[in-house]
């Protein structure tokens, strides 16, 4: 049984990201891939708010919401969290990444487990899409199969700074899975 909380987050993330679609799967609609991190944030035992804030991690990224409504509905936690995981989208792509990887590198466990939790679907839907799509998938990617594992490579550093969960032993393997079709 989920909370209220959880429940309205549901909501929010279908509102919001209604009519987006998976990048390495058109036809399938982008809410899942916020369902799946949920998923991987309730089964390691976190908070209702983490589980939120995995539900909403894009919002702020991909739609009109802004942090003033986030809050507002969801209450400081969750928009704090999300707000933590959050890409400043102003920036060029390099620079984005980095910046994004040293936020994570000094994140609190929660903001860890969150963006581990998206790294790794992404990833698993990536090595499905490959396993579709052969390196055909890589045009797709506005920098390509290297500078893609790299940031998922670094992401991993990142993630593994004074930071030790299960969680973490999964992005792990996929990220080896990711090495081993590169």
């Known amino acids: 049984m989920y909370s209220q909380l959880v429940e309205n987050a549901i909501r929010k993330a279908i509102e919001l990201h209604a009519n987006q679609y998976r990048k390495t799967n058109p036809s399938l609609p982008y809410v899942s891939h916020l369902f799946h991190v949920a998923m991987i944030l309730r089964q390691a035992g976190y908070s209702d708010e983490v589980v939120a804030a995995g539900l ?22 969750v928009a704090n969290l999300v707000c933590a995981v959050t890409e400043n989208k102003a920036l060029k792509w390099e ?10 590198s000094t994140a609190s466990d929660e903001v860890k487990a969150i963006s581990c939790a998206d790294k790794t679907h992404n990833l698993r839907t990536l090595l499905e899409a490959h396993r579709d799509m052969g390196d055909g998938l890589w045009s797709i990617f506005s920098r390509g199969k290297r500078q893609t594992l790299d940031f998922y490579v670094s992401m991993l550093q990142a993630l593994e700074t004074n930071w030790s969960h299960p969680l973490l032993d999964d992005y792990r393997a996929v990220v080896d899975d990711l090495r081993r079709i590169m």
């Open 56 to 77: 909403l991690h894009d919002v702020l990224e991909d739609t009109k919401y802004k942090l003033e409504d986030l809050e507002e509905d969801f209450g400081y936690e």
């Open 95 to 104: 620079e984005r990444k980095a910046e994004y990887i040293n936020q994570i």
